[in-house]
């Protein structure tokens, strides 16, 4: 390399780490806080190393804190939300990209439309239909509503319209349905696409909490997020929680950053499928 190049590439590389070190720190004082005191915290907020190591939060978080019952209900919630996104949202992408209808412009324009408008403001409207339809304050109005998801439905929908035509045309000349065709031909080919909204569909509801706000009353179905949200109040105790709630935070992103990690390169490779000989 060129002295001017080397130069380049040496800035370029101290920027990145910058970048990285600005994004990492609040992570890092999570998981020092998580170890403090309610003093340390309060007077160190922003040290990375405790005076005292205390392990007090991640106690109280397992006798005070309802924190598995939390966890039970976010993942019975996330599972059936991710599962329920990613074939719903398949299936009517699929549709869009390949079935001939009346109305299918209009269908997705509507779908464009609903992602330009703020989630906040559909809360009031979500949480009136619950309560008409009989589902607030229970499971099933916690999870309906986030089962199919608009940018979800264009991912899959821009996605197998990059996948030839000509796989189903042979897949229909063996006597292959249209479901058939989508299940067994379609469907696999568009695993990077799948993988994505898969994830995104994890994280989007292991970490939801203004729909979990408006949907349940009952401290029992209280998901990870609002139980947390809940500790901020100082309901447990005199102090201010900084500590427990750290923890608790902490203990949160350990599954989304298990399921990003497991998924890295599938999420990213964009490449895979396409037509086979």
Not at 51 to 61: E, G, I, K, N, P
Not at 108 to 133: D, Y
Not at 148 to 177: N, T
Request: hydrophobic content about 55%; glycine content about 8%.
């Amino acid at each position: 390399m060129s002295p001017r190049a080397r130069t380049v590439a040496i800035i370029s590389y101290l920027g990145l780490i910058i970048l990285a070190l600005v994004y990492i720190y609040p992570f890092l004082i999570s998981i020092a806080g998580s170890f403090k005191t309610d003093a340390d915290a309060t007077a160190n907020p922003l040290s990375l190393l405790p005076q005292t190591w205390s392990f007090a939060a991640y106690d109280r978080l397992f006798t005070d804190v309802p924190l598995p019952r939390w966890a039970m209900n976010s993942t019975i919630i996330t599972l059936c939300v991710t599962f329920g996104r990613v074939f719903f949202d398949s299936i009517a992408g699929y549709a869009l990209s390949r079935l001939k209808f009346r109305g299918r412009g209009v269908i997705f324009a509507s779908l464009i439309a609903i992602m330009a408008v703020p989630g906040v403001v559909l809360l009031i409207p979500r949480f009136l239909i619950l309560k008409e339809l009989g589902l607030f304050n229970s499971y099933a109005g916690m999870i309906l509503p986030l089962v199919v998801d608009a940018a979800g439905i264009f991912i899959m929908k821009q996605f197998f319209e990059s996948i030839p035509v000509s796989v189903e045309e042979a897949a229909r000349i063996d006597g292959a349905g249209v479901f058939r065709t989508f299940w067994t031909i379609v469907l696999p080919m568009a695993r990077p696409a799948v993988v994505t909204l898969f994830i995104l569909s994890f994280q989007g509801s292991w970490n939801e909490y203004a729909h979990f706000v408006v949907s349940r009353q009952d401290a029992d179905l209280n998901t990870l997020t609002t139980g947390v949200a809940s500790l901020v109040s100082g309901q447990l105790g005199s102090g201010n929680q900084y500590p427990l709630v750290l923890a608790s935070a902490l203990l949160m992103t350990i599954p989304v950053a298990i399921m990003f990690f497991i998924f890295q390169k599938r999420i990213m490779n964009t490449t895979e499928g396409g037509e086979k000989g």
